[in-house]
């Protein structure tokens, strides 16, 4: 007899106790923000640089 596939609460299906396509999305969510917050230091880092860079440009020529 194959086995049933139960309809998870979000509404995929699957063999498993909970739904593996959530927690990989669940997964890949919490590495994209990890990833988006590296970035973002970065970024202000970058922004930090570049204010400091503008300071040594004239702003009216
Ligand atoms: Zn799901």
């Given at each position: 007899?194959?086995?049933?596939?139960k309809v998870f609460p979000c509404g995929h299906k699957?063999?498993?106790?909970?739904?593996?396509?959530?927690?990989q999305r669940d997964i890949q969510r919490?590495?994209?923000?990890?990833e988006l917050g590296?970035?973002?230091e970065?970024?202000?880092?970058?922004?930090a640089t570049f204010a400091e860079d503008v300071?040594?440009?004239p702003s009216r020529l």
């Amino acid at each position: 007899m194959p086995k049933r596939k139960k309809v998870f609460p979000c509404g995929h299906k699957g063999f498993s106790q909970s739904c593996h396509l959530c927690q990989q999305r669940d997964i890949q969510r919490q590495q994209h923000l990890a990833e988006l917050g590296i970035k973002k230091e970065e970024k202000q880092a970058w922004l930090a640089t570049f204010a400091e860079d503008v300071v040594d440009f004239p702003s009216r020529l």
